[in-house]
């Protein structure tokens, strides 16, 4: 799987350009045909106001060896609030663009995203597979005091499941990550 290294702000991230299609019919066969991510956009607003929606997003229109990507946070998320997120991923370089995200959620079973953050935020996934296993397209964000950190994102394709909820304990291949700097205040 081709890997891009980015900086963003202070954090250096990586976006994984592959998600293996099974079109061609041949389950066993992930390796076929790799469908490009440039655009992940994470959207979370506040269940108590809504008027305080953060959107996280990053773009990478030009893949590997191109100029960095760009990252865009709308705002910071407030202290002791709670979220409700949703991810969308894009092929901005379709027209009009490929929305991946329907991919993922057609091969829920095959698919996981995880979540971590150095900013004392909780992540749960809301949604599941056909298994009921956590997919995590949907999520709740909890945020506790104020902080800055980290907010990083990684889909894995064929993890285990059920697994340990962390993207190293669940193996599987690396279709993208992504670290957002992040501000709750």
Request: proline share 3%; hydrophobic share 35%.
């Amino acid at each position: 799987m081709k890997t891009i290294k980015l900086l963003a702000l202070l954090f250096i991230s990586s976006l994984a350009i592959g998600c293996s299609s099974d079109d061609d019919g041949n389950d066993d066969d992930h390796d076929s045909e790799e469908e490009l991510i440039t655009t992940v956009i994470y959207t979370l607003a506040n269940n108590a106001d809504n008027t305080d929606v953060v959107t996280l997003t990053f773009t990478d229109l030009d893949g590997e060896g191109g100029a960095d990507g760009i990252y865009d946070i709308s705002g910071p998320l407030t202290a002791n609030a709670t979220y409700t997120g949703g991810i969308k991923l894009w092929n901005a370089t379709e027209n009009p663009a490929e929305d991946i995200t329907l991919e993922v959620e057609d091969e829920a079973d095959e698919h996981e995203f995880f979540y971590s953050s150095t900013a004392g935020l909780t992540i749960t996934k809301t949604d599941v597979d056909g298994d009921g296993n956590p997919v995590g397209i949907a999520t709740t964000v909890t945020t506790g005091s104020a902080a800055t950190g980290s907010l990083t994102v990684i889909l894995k394709h064929e993890p285990t499941k059920p697994n340990d909820g962390t993207a190293t304990g669940a193996g599987g291949s690396t279709d993208v990550e992504v670290s957002y700097s992040i501000e709750v205040q």
